[in-house]
């Protein structure tokens, strides 16, 4: 697979590709400098300040990043236990280090078009580390592929205070775990091989938003759809995939943002002897996000008799001080393994860890 030979020097310095994915974002990425959703006269009067507010609100909906300690609990009985190797002992952590890096964001003086349009290159890689003795970090995630976002309602309701906007979102993604051993154990039981089977697909996804923001949340609903294709060459689906791991699935999601609150926060002044405190001024923000997919087709040959045709994704994120771009994450998840050939374990996740938003305000 593609994938295979990139991940020869990924397996041996994961968290370093994970940091330089987090370190280009921060660098690619150029945001408004000042408060979108609070503005002041010098906001209102910036040229660019609804396309700003446009961008940011396509950033609220992106994949999330974070680093968390999983629980991972199977709500169906396993055919085989987990070996040494596989999450036996249970998990260290988790992360997910996605990140849409925006090819063009429009401006107020570009041509229509060009500002209902935010093309993007994507890319996310996904480990999750064991407390096994034996290789303890699993096959990662690895996805990369290109999207696009496109504006469908009007350009002048950019400019109210509150307003309701539709937007639609195209991917074509590669998803696979740079390995290359075979897809299931050795035995009379069939079950994926979870330490190094071949996993590798594509899909297409598209999705329709409706958003409004009103004085103090944002709510945004989402419906899409999903199927998962072959490209050929170094693209190929795993043949093992079809009729098992599901080939079309219909996609939903609800999500409320509360707008950044300005609060008052007051601290010691550590820098002088005399005993004084300091009252800063700090931007808070707290986003709950449910995500649904239900698979439609392509389980004929999935051997466990309950198809487990819905996946259900749970996430509440906190930020304490939006400057400082790190909060906090609950996430729970019911449903068919999300980390790529484990799908056909049924399991329960709930995991607690920290969130990381780049070059927030």
Not at 41 to 61: C, E, I, K, V
Not at 199 to 225: C, P
Request: hydrophobic share 35%; no cysteine; aromatic share 12%.
């Amino acid at each position: 697979m593609l994938m295979r030979s990139l991940l020869k020097n990924l397996k041996t310095a994961p968290l370093q590709a994970a940091l330089l994915l987090l370190l280009s974002g921060s660098f690619l990425m150029a945001p408004a400098q000042y408060a979108v959703w609070s503005p002041d006269s010098t906001a209102l009067s910036a040229p660019n300040y609804r396309m700003d507010r446009y961008h940011r609100l396509l950033r609220y909906h992106d994949p999330l990043l974070y680093i968390a300690f999983p629980l991972v609990k199977p709500i169906a009985d396993r055919p085989l236990p987990l070996q040494n190797g596989e999450g036996k002992n249970g998990y260290w952590l988790e992360g997910n280090f996605a990140y849409r890096f925006a090819l063009y964001q429009g401006k107020y003086y570009s041509y229509p078009l060009l500002q209902r349009l935010r093309p993007t290159i994507d890319v996310g890689l996904m480990p999750r580390l064991t407390r096994d003795a034996s290789s303890p970090l699993l096959p990662f995630n690895n996805q990369f592929g290109v999207g696009t976002d496109l504006l469908l309602s009007s350009l002048s309701g950019l400019h109210k205070e509150r307003p309701t906007l539709v937007w639609t979102t195209f991917q074509l993604h590669h998803y696979s775990n740079g390995q290359a051993d075979s897809f299931f154990v050795e035995g009379p039981v069939e079950r994926n091989n979870y330490r190094s089977g071949d996993f590798s697909t594509n899909y297409w996804r598209g999705a329709l938003h409706v958003s409004h923001v009103g004085q103090k949340n944002i709510v945004t609903g989402s419906v899409g759809y999903q199927e998962d294709v072959d490209l050929g060459g170094p693209l190929v689906r795993s043949p093992e995939l079809y009729h098992r791991y599901g080939e079309q699935r219909v996609l939903a999601s609800l999500q409320f943002t509360r707008k950044p609150r300005l609060v008052t926060a007051t601290y010691a002044n550590r820098a002088t002897a005399e005993e004084d405190v300091v009252k800063e001024e700090v931007r808070r923000q707290w986003m709950f996000r449910t995500e649904a997919s239900y698979i439609v087709s392509g389980l004929s040959k999935y051997s466990r008799s309950n198809k487990q045709r819905l996946g259900w994704h749970n996430y509440l994120t906190y930020m304490p001080s939006l400057t400082n771009e790190v909060g906090l994450l609950l996430h729970t998840y019911i449903g068919r393994d999300y980390l790529n050939i484990r799908f056909d374990d049924a399991v329960f996740i709930g995991e607690a860890g920290l969130f990381f938003t780049l070059n927030g305000r």
